[in-house]
């Protein structure tokens, strides 16, 4: 598995699940998003989405640098997941942060993990294998030392879409 699909319902019901074990905590110092380059923000739109359609002067290339900082933007020793990264889409999860929420996570009894998210989804109505096909996603994280990219659905539906970013120039992430 390398991408899951996600409703609304099951974001709310991953985000607050991991909040309950503590694998996802608020944190300070996140940086504020660059600011479009004046009078080129479509082609800045167009460049941070990787369109063709857009030719990359250096100009834009910084731009498109330091929008990628800011997407892979982490603490320098996360305790988890950062909550911010959960509450929109765009945001890319690092390595780091889902080897620090599976710490969190393997230490934690099984049974308080299915008390916490079986009672997390079930109140949302939401599919509670999403809960394991979203600890799949970040043992995949982990073991590989790829990052995850919490992302825009690539088609209509679902809320969102997490993928795992493999050979991608994420990497730094």
Same mark, same amino acid.
């Given at each position: 598995? @390398?991408?899951?699909?996600?409703?609304?319902?099951?974001? @709310?019901?991953? *985000?607050?699940?991991?909040?309950?074990?503590?694998?996802?905590?608020?944190?300070?110092?996140?940086?504020?998003?660059?600011? !479009?380059?004046?009078?080129?923000? &479509?082609?800045?739109?167009?460049?941070?989405?990787?369109?063709?359609?857009? =030719?990359?002067?250096?100009?834009?290339?910084?731009?498109?640098?330091?929008?990628?900082?800011?997407?892979?933007?982490?603490?320098? *020793?996360?305790?988890?997941?950062?909550? &911010?990264?959960?509450?929109? #889409?765009?945001? =890319?999860?690092?390595?780091?942060?889902?080897?620090?929420?599976? *710490?969190?996570?393997?230490?934690?009894?099984?049974?308080? =993990?299915?008390?916490? =998210? $079986?009672?997390?989804? $079930?109140?949302?109505?939401?599919?509670?294998? #999403?809960?394991?096909?979203? #600890?799949?996603?970040?043992? $995949?994280?982990?073991?590989?030392?790829?990052?995850?990219?919490? $992302? !825009?659905?690539?088609?209509?539906? !679902?809320?969102?879409? #997490?993928?795992?970013?493999?050979?991608?120039?994420?990497?730094?992430?």
């Amino acid at each position: 598995m @390398n991408h899951l699909p996600l409703a609304a319902a099951e974001v @709310n019901a991953l *985000a607050l699940s991991m909040i309950d074990l503590r694998m996802m905590h608020i944190v300070d110092g996140v940086p504020q998003q660059p600011a !479009p380059i004046k009078g080129r923000e &479509h082609e800045c739109v167009a460049a941070e989405l990787g369109l063709p359609v857009v =030719v990359l002067d250096d100009a834009l290339r910084a731009y498109v640098d330091e929008h990628r900082r800011f997407l892979s933007w982490h603490p320098a *020793a996360p305790l988890g997941i950062s909550a &911010h990264k959960l509450a929109s #889409t765009g945001w =890319v999860i690092s390595a780091l942060e889902t080897r620090a929420a599976l *710490a969190v996570l393997d230490r934690s009894s099984s049974k308080f =993990v299915r008390t916490v =998210v $079986g009672g997390r989804f $079930g109140a949302v109505g939401a599919d509670l294998e #999403t809960w394991d096909d979203w #600890t799949k996603l970040l043992r $995949g994280s982990a073991d590989s030392g790829s990052p995850l990219l919490f $992302g !825009p659905p690539t088609y209509d539906g !679902p809320w969102a879409e #997490t993928e795992l970013l493999l050979d991608s120039d994420w990497r730094s992430a």
